[in-house]
């Protein structure tokens, strides 16, 4: 799983996805099941960009991995663009989409919308050491670590419920785009999880906004 970690660069990119790509066109690098990298693929469907972009999964963790020779990070999701360069983690693509197309941006505008996408990345980050310590072998585990995961994901849910039943998360941004991709992972992929527990209001939110063509469109398979 990719870290989305990165500092808010402001990109200026002409508006016209056909200015200079000729017969290429930007790719962007995933994995099946990372979230971060899923955002992403939300974010180019729901603007309206998924013929100009071209999708390549890769493997993770691995020295043969497709995304390698332009991420030596390996990490994903990485968007290789025509002119040599290459856009790694989440907020950084998502920036770049928005000067894409007409269609409004997915990155927040003011600071409450900010703040909401944070809240989420944060517990996406949490989700993702907690899901990598349960990959460990269990001798290798951490019981601290789970212990502090779990109870980090299920504070930060019981606050997240109760910004849905407030009004938040209604408007088709960056910041709901991650909370699908969070729960929806969570749902295929971290189900040792039950964040639906005792929080009606989330799970409503969810069962209605996961009907999006985007969402069913960039479902991962099932996995531990």
Same mark, same amino acid.
């Given at each position: 799983m990719a870290n989305h970690s990165c500092p808010l660069v402001i990109l200026s990119v002409t508006n016209d996805l056909s200015f200079s790509y000729g017969l290429n066109m930007p790719e962007l690098f995933y994995s099946d099941g990372s979230p971060y990298a899923r955002i992403c693929r939300m974010a180019i469907r729901? #603007? &309206?960009l998924a013929q100009d972009i071209k999708e390549t999964i890769t493997t *993770?963790?691995?020295?043969q991995a497709v995304v390698l020779p332009y991420n030596p990070t390996g990490k994903v999701p990485a968007l290789a663009l025509d002119d040599g360069y290459t856009l790694c983690e989440t907020t950084v693509i998502l920036q770049w989409l928005d000067? @894409? &197309?007409s269609a409004p941006p997915m990155l927040p505008q003011d600071t409450k919308g900010l703040a909401a996408y944070g809240r989420v990345l +944060? *517990? !996406?980050d949490g989700i993702a050491v907690w899901n990598r310590e349960l990959r460990r072998p269990e001798s290798e585990r951490s019981p601290s670590v789970l212990a502090l995961e779990a109870v980090r994901a299920d504070r930060t849910a019981d606050v !997240? +419920?109760?910004d849905v039943a407030g009004g938040a998360y209604q408007t088709l941004d960056a910041a709901s785009l991650a909370l699908l991709a969070v729960l929806g992972?969570? @749902?295929? #992929?971290?189900t040792v999880w039950q964040w639906q527990q005792g929080r009606s209001e989330l799970e409503n939110w969810f069962n209605t906004f996961s009907q999006r063509p985007s969402f069913m469109d960039t479902i991962p398979q099932v996995s531990g």
């Amino acid at each position: 799983m990719a870290n989305h970690s990165c500092p808010l660069v402001i990109l200026s990119v002409t508006n016209d996805l056909s200015f200079s790509y000729g017969l290429n066109m930007p790719e962007l690098f995933y994995s099946d099941g990372s979230p971060y990298a899923r955002i992403c693929r939300m974010a180019i469907r729901e #603007r &309206g960009l998924a013929q100009d972009i071209k999708e390549t999964i890769t493997t *993770l963790r691995d020295p043969q991995a497709v995304v390698l020779p332009y991420n030596p990070t390996g990490k994903v999701p990485a968007l290789a663009l025509d002119d040599g360069y290459t856009l790694c983690e989440t907020t950084v693509i998502l920036q770049w989409l928005d000067t @894409q &197309g007409s269609a409004p941006p997915m990155l927040p505008q003011d600071t409450k919308g900010l703040a909401a996408y944070g809240r989420v990345l +944060s *517990l !996406l980050d949490g989700i993702a050491v907690w899901n990598r310590e349960l990959r460990r072998p269990e001798s290798e585990r951490s019981p601290s670590v789970l212990a502090l995961e779990a109870v980090r994901a299920d504070r930060t849910a019981d606050v !997240l +419920s109760q910004d849905v039943a407030g009004g938040a998360y209604q408007t088709l941004d960056a910041a709901s785009l991650a909370l699908l991709a969070v729960l929806g992972y969570a @749902q295929k #992929r971290h189900t040792v999880w039950q964040w639906q527990q005792g929080r009606s209001e989330l799970e409503n939110w969810f069962n209605t906004f996961s009907q999006r063509p985007s969402f069913m469109d960039t479902i991962p398979q099932v996995s531990g």
